[in-house]
């Protein structure tokens, strides 16, 4: 335990007295000031990066060891073929290459598209593993997004800030939901939380003081390293073009978002594959299997349907918060039933549990309303045909969830 | 070595002490007290409906006693919290296995470690030599596995956790006979290796012969209780369970 803090500790010292000369004095003119914020903030950093460091490798080591007495060959897994690997390496340089490729209105698509990812996740979680059917996550999403935008309105938060505050925001309201729901199942958790949905929409639509109401919030847009994204940067900022040297363009804001947009769903997609094989994860799914084998296992069950929640409406929160960034503007018309019943549908439709599953089948449910905009007046239609082409043919998702299997002989 | 085996073994290491149990206005328990002593296999027999598997669980608090007192090796475990009850080294075989059929038995497994301070996989080599047959499944999802291997791997479950009291309900249900003949016997060296077990059977004439010692269970209250081949023997019992006239 001392260990666990010291080594941090020390590191943040030494982050201190390195970057106090450097970041701390600033000079103006012949004269110069002290900010002693900046180096504070640097040195609470690096101990909380070096806290989750060693957190993380405690946190691992208390994974369930594939069996030790199987003797697993480190890495051999059958069902991670060498493509596999590929295209754990090729997807994500695509991806990071896509904005720069595209136009604003490709941009805007594809960051709809990573939301829409970043939910499916989150619901899969709840949905998914814990299978807890949960019809208002939508709730998660507004409480992120209007995280964001009142954040800023009320307290001046930025976008860097705002984007921790919106999710543990959103996760404190996965517990609110969770607590009265502990004992519900099915058709009774799906009505309660479809309630629940709805009253988070119709609170942000009546308070009238508080969030605007149906006249929504205003967003400041997210700056990066104090660089801002619009053509004359506010008072004593600095725009990004001018600081870059390049030619103005007001995709540049959208790359930016669409570039840490994606980053972050790498980040969860590592955090909820990896969850799945921890005690965790694996606990949400025997709980989804049978709940009364789960407690006379010495699983609490409680902590972990409340987990499942909070989790999942973390996840629907920093989703909420990247839709208020590039929207610009929040109001309480985009987070209808629909918005809930869209992503419930993803999950079901990529396959309920199966990451890979769902991650495609929200990109193509984000994409393909968009190539029958001719047929907007049918889109639904459309996507009721298919869900019932899909119950039908593949009532498993399109992507059945696998489960990991070991290349292992006996000792 | 002896010496502490014998001694340990008169030591009652789940003891219910005029438990009542009830469903509503229905009273499924009724005073009921009962003892299981260390190394042994006790077992409790009775008809449909007579309370046997409400008195297993309410050692897990499902159902919660209505009075009465439930002591585990020293411990008052009458009003702990489900979940805290396997940490204390008590695992059960839930009437119908309750394996979780979407996972794969060594998940399975491992989710039997979940009990465990440290969770550890050290107990998984014993259980496959005692189960090969799980080995072999061991990536299988658990609900495609047959009703006998589902029973030896929710039995493999609850001994992950390497408990000191296995309970046991009705493991017999819904098998072959072939299959609870096998069942019974892994039983039999479940206790060899060091297990206590106390069983809940409808099959009185397997459990009985096995059995070191026996409560008969009818209507919420212990009407007989004795040696394994004494019940066996009693003509009561013979004819209500067994259905031989004396």
Known sequence: MRRLLLQPLLTATLILIATTPISGLVLQGYSFSFHWQSPLFLAAAAFVLHLGLILGRIWSRNQFRPVAALRLQKGAWATGPEWRRAMSLLLPAIGLALPFFLDKYGLTVAILALIYVLLALGLNIVVGLAGLLDMGFVAFYAVGAYGYALGHHYLGLGFWTALPMAALLAAGCGLLLGFPVLRMHGDYLAIVTLGFGEIIRLILNNWMDFTGGPNGVQVDFPTFMGLEFSRRAKEGGVPIHEFLGIAYSSNIRNIFIYLVLFLVVLLVLALVTRLKYMPLGRTWEALREDEIACRSLGINHVVVKLSAFAMGAMIGGVGGVFFAASQGFVNPTSFTFFESALVLAIVVLGGLGSIPGVVIAAIVLTILPELLRDFSGYRILVFGLAMVAMMI??????????????????? | ?????SASATAPVLEMTKVSCRYGPVQVLDNVSLTVSTGEIVTLIGANG??????????????RVASGSIQFAGTDITHLPTHHIPRLGLAVVPEGRRIFPGM????????GTMALRKRTSVAFEGLFELFPILWERRQQKAGTLSGGEQQMLAIARALAGQPKLLLL?????????????KIFSLIQSIVQSGTTVFLVEQNANQALQLADRGYVLGSGRIRLEGKGQELL????????YLGKLA
């Open chain 2, 1 to 5: 070595m002896a010496e502490a085996s």
């Open chain 2, 50 to 63: 007579a309370g046997k598997s409400t008195l297993l669980m309410s050692v897990f608090g499902i159902p």
């Open chain 2, 169 to 181: 309900d009705e493991p017999s249900l819904g098998l072959a006979p072939l299959m609870v003949k």
């Open chain 2, 233 to 240: 023997a009693n003509p009561e019992v013979r004819q209500a």
């Open chain 2, 104 to 111: 794969t038995v060594l998940e399975n497994m491992e989710l």
């Open chain 1, 393 to 411: 043919w593949r009532p498993q998702g399109l992507i059945r969830p696998q489960r990991r299997i070991f290349l292992t002989g006996r000792h």
